[in-house]
């Protein structure tokens, strides 16, 4: 089931919207002192490709960095990128076959808007015996 719905989702709306976090990331490598946003956006662009079956957890050990940098991130680029999340999932959740697909963009807005001091994994480690 995640295989169908990862393949719906990268062609209605997965590559575009990994389109636009990979060019809000070279945006952030232009900048320089931004590089470390422009890693994070490259990280959801991979994420947002292939979203059902991958998790999003915090990392315990993140710092007042990852704080300060997220909102500097929110500031410059997150939050356009959530109200593309927002407005792309409000559209798929109009269709039946849309739902769970409008749930993913719905999913990808906390990390869309703070995208330091999180890391994604596969939703098996945290869910013995999701499939």
Same mark, same amino acid.
């Given at each position: 089931?995640? #295989? *169908?719905? +990862?393949?719906? %989702?990268? =062609? !209605?709306? @997965? /590559?575009?919207? &990994? ?5 809000? $990331? ?40 990852? #704080? *300060?940098? +997220?909102?500097? %991130?929110? =500031? !410059?680029? @997150? /939050?356009?990128? &959530? ?5 792309? $999932? ?42």
């Amino acid at each position: 089931m995640r #295989l *169908i719905l +990862n393949l719906i %989702w990268l =062609i !209605l709306c @997965g /590559w575009w919207i &990994a389109i636009l976090y990979f060019l809000a $990331g070279i945006i952030a490598f232009i900048l320089i002192i931004t590089i470390p946003f422009g890693i994070a956006a490259w990280r959801i662009a991979n994420y947002a490709l292939w979203p059902f079956g991958r998790s999003i957890v915090r990392r315990p050990r993140a710092g007042i960095g990852s #704080l *300060i940098g +997220n909102i500097i %991130w929110i =500031i !410059l680029l @997150g /939050w356009e990128l &959530a109200l593309g999340h927002l407005i792309s $999932g409000a559209l798929l959740c109009l269709t039946i076959i849309g739902i769970p697909l409008g749930l993913a963009n719905f999913k990808l807005i906390p990390i869309s808007l703070l995208p330091l001091g999180v890391q994604i994994v596969p939703s098996d480690e945290l869910y013995p015996g999701y499939r």
